[in-house]
């Protein structure tokens, strides 16, 4: 089983929707939860950090379901420039030890 | 956010030679930068931990005299790839971790390396 699993799409959605992707990851000790986006041949740029109580940023909100090692992100009112990869990336570790895993990313693409 | 530079963004060269990438952090100094490896449509794969003053941690497959990673100051690591392959071929990721937020870590733009 990969750590971290991801449906990888593509979703395909027009302007204006919402749309949904969710995450497993395997280690139930993993402490730390975040969202990349990735543009094609560009390196990943963090686009929120998940939180236990769940939290929102703009059109985008993070949730966090510890008991079933899930996590999702909402986009709503999707633009255009929201086409990219979202990547779930989770901190295993505790005490500050930044080791990353990454899963391998959902792919979004926003048509007018 | 945190910047993180990178270079060279794209090399090209012949199997066998070697190949030398910096990473910098900016505006902050680095302790640990890490090196990722991803290859065409997969997940970016944890290479190495560099940091700085001691020995890189290389996570288990990563041919640690293959890939030779140096952290000589807090603000530089590189990592050298030796005897280039057209297997390692690859897009080649330095970070670093942020020193706000959550442990999210900032990412240098790549480095693409195509081995002939």
């Known amino acids: 089983r990969k750590e971290v699993e991801q449906d990888p799409g593509p979703f395909n959605v027009p302007e204006g929707a919402t749309v949904a992707f969710n995450c497993t990851y395997s280690?139930?000790?993993?402490?730390?939860f975040f969202w990349y986006r990735q543009d094609c041949r560009k390196e990943p740029k963090l686009l929120m950090s998940v939180y236990s109580s769940g939290n929102e940023d703009g059109r985008f909100t993070a949730q966090l379901n510890r008991a079933s090692q899930y996590i999702s992100l909402l986009i709503r009112d999707s633009k255009l420039s929201d086409s990219a990869t979202y990547l779930c990336v989770v901190n295993p570790f505790s005490g500050g030890y930044n080791k990353l895993i990454f899963g391998a990313g959902t792919r979004l693409a926003v048509h007018p | 956010g945190a910047v993180v530079s990178q270079h060279p963004s794209r090399v090209i060269c012949k199997s066998g030679t070697s190949v030398k990438i910096e990473c910098r952090s900016l505006d902050f100094q680095a302790t640990t930068m890490f090196w990722y490896r991803q290859f065409p449509k997969k997940s970016l794969m944890l290479m190495a931990t560099s940091n700085e003053g001691s020995k890189a941690t290389y996570e288990q497959g990563v041919e640690k005299d293959k890939f030779l990673i140096n952290h000589a100051s807090l603000t530089l690591s590189t990592l050298t790839v030796t005897s280039a392959h057209p297997e390692d071929s690859s897009f080649y990721i330095c970070s670093a971790r942020s020193v706000a937020g959550r442990g999210g870590q900032f990412f240098g733009p790549g480095t693409r390396l195509t081995v002939l």
């Open positions: 280690n139930s000790a993993s402490q730390s």
